[in-house]
């Protein structure tokens, strides 16, 4: 698979080179041209076509390729757009065992979309180091009916490698383990590793991998969940791989991220959208009987007395922008806090002044980034937003000696935000992601609320008259990278 990949990459690094000697200066002008008419009639935000325009007129042919390759990947192709369609008709057909809806018209302050779903009652831990792996291994052992795993990266490793010896063997006990991967995040996942997981009887596929496809990597598949028997549920920043718990040694990169353990109904959102995505990924639909869609929804008993839960997903096989537009109402609708955790900063221009214009109406607003980079053209790209946020009051914290890949949000006393979802670029308009927002639990809210004061704790507070002051060639630095911010 890497191999495959690596002669993919490299075809298009020749293309780059030799293209312009076979297509001629009067090719090439054309060729540009006609990218800047295609990005101008398309239905995008200012901010991001000018982006692309500028790329485009530094850069005229590298831009007009990367644009063709990505820029218009952005875009809704068929395929998605038929999945949506399969999707919304599924989550019409199930709705009953999958969501409450009058749980949603009774809520103030949620953002509204055919793909949120809404349940109540559910019992929600959040979860770092070792506890997740503990408490997962835990869930797995006990599984009786299935297990569903969807997962943006995995690594075989010491840490990983209990948990696949688990799997292979509740396979060949008759448990129903099926594994959904992205392509990309799984390079470095050996066939012999794969083939190991198959033959004891795990279904193993890739997302958006059918045949006849193109070898997508531009929609990478982001989302990241783990459902037992339908009424246990992971969902957050995790991916599979040690680096989860350790870090990276050799670049002394120390990690922190977060996985939320669910149990209750709100499971089946998660449930529902691991089915969605194998259907589109195999042509083979699990819910094609009542018998299986009862195996799959289980009927639930409420665990706890408080919270609602709305489970939300994004990607070119959504109508809307569904997460940006809930993170805008989230901190327009704030009153007192707005605390966010991200590894990459990012934002679309109307977050950044919903933000702003947060802090200047006096709501505490704090951002907590990584303190060292894990990709330091992206790094360099977010930094690039410090200044103006710290100049209207945004407070900005680096953790010390740590990579942050935790996506947490936290709204005043009531409502908490966690998934997949990074804050940038990709994860808002590209990549196939997934969150679930949990209002009016206090007991989960006050749980976060520490974990946020432990990381204040560990992190050190930008100033901005220091940070103004930082050294010419880094402004340099992020000026230029900033340019390229839709790619990121």
């Not at 409450?100 to 302050?109: A, C, R, T, V, Y």
């Not at 718990?245 to 977060?258: N, P, R, T, V």
């Amino acid at each position: 698979m890497f191999q495959v990949y690596a002669l993919y990459i490299l075809f298009l690094l020749l293309a780059l080179v030799f293209l312009p000697i076979i297509m001629g200066l009067t090719f090439q002008i054309a060729f540009v041209v006609l990218a800047l008419l295609y990005l101008a009639f398309t239905r995008r935000t200012i901010l991001d076509k000018f982006s692309w325009f500028i790329m485009i007129l530094i850069l005229p042919f590298f831009g007009a390729f990367i644009f063709a390759l990505i820029g218009t990947t952005q875009l809704k192709s068929r395929v998605f757009s038929r999945k949506m369609m399969a999707d919304k008709r599924y989550r019409l057909q199930y709705k009953d065992q999958i969501t409450n809806e009058m749980i949603g018209h009774n809520l103030l302050g949620h953002f509204s979309t055919g793909a949120a779903l809404f349940s109540e009652g559910n019992q929600i831990k959040c979860m770092v180091g070792m506890d997740v792996y503990n408490a997962l291994l835990e869930d797995i052992k006990r599984a009786k009916s299935s297990i569903h795993i969807e997962m943006y990266i995995t690594r075989l490793d010491e840490v990983t490698l209990p948990l696949f010896d688990i799997l292979k063997k509740k396979a060949r006990s008759g448990v129903d383990v099926r594994f959904l991967g992205d392509i990309v995040g799984h390079l470095f996942l050996r066939d012999s590793e794969i083939e190991a997981l198959i033959d004891s009887g795990v279904e193993f596929t890739f997302f958006n991998q059918r045949k006849g496809r193109y070898l997508d990597h531009f929609h990478v598949n982001h989302r990241k969940a783990i459902i037992i028997d339908g009424s246990i549920g992971y969902c957050g920043g995790y991916n599979l791989g040690r680096e989860y718990i350790y870090g990276y040694e050799k670049k002394k990169l120390q990690w922190f991220d977060a996985m939320f353990r669910i149990e209750g109904s709100g499971v089946s959102g998660l449930q529902m959208t691991f089915l969605l995505d194998w259907c589109f990924s195999t042509s083979y639909i699990l819910l094609d009987s009542k018998k299986m869609a009862l195996a799959f929804f289980p009927k639930v008993p409420i665990k706890v007395e408080n919270g609602i839960t709305q489970m939300l997903v994004e990607g070119p096989d959504c109508e809307k922008t569904a997460l940006k537009e809930l993170l805008r109402k989230l901190i327009v609708r704030a009153k007192k806090r707005i605390y966010i955790t991200t590894p990459y900063l990012i934002p679309t221009e109307d977050i950044m002044a919903d933000l702003k214009l947060a802090a200047h109406l006096g709501i505490d607003v704090r951002i907590i980034i990584p303190g060292v980079p894990d990709k330091k053209m992206v790094y360099r790209c977010s930094e690039s937003y410090i200044e103006s946020f710290l100049e209207a009051g945004v407070k900005i914290y680096k953790m010390d000696g740590y990579f942050v890949h935790s996506k947490l949000y936290l709204f005043d006393d009531d409502i908490s935000v966690f998934g997949t979802m990074n804050l940038d670029m990709r994860s808002l308009f590209l990549n196939f992601e997934q969150a679930i927002v949990q209002y009016q639990d206090k007991q989960l809210n006050i749980e976060i609320s520490a974990l946020f004061e432990s990381l204040f704790d560990r992190s050190t507070q930008l100033v901005y008259n220091n940070w103004k002051n930082r050294p010419w060639h880094q402004k340099f630095q992020e000026i230029l990278l900033r340019i390229f911010a839709p790619l990121f």
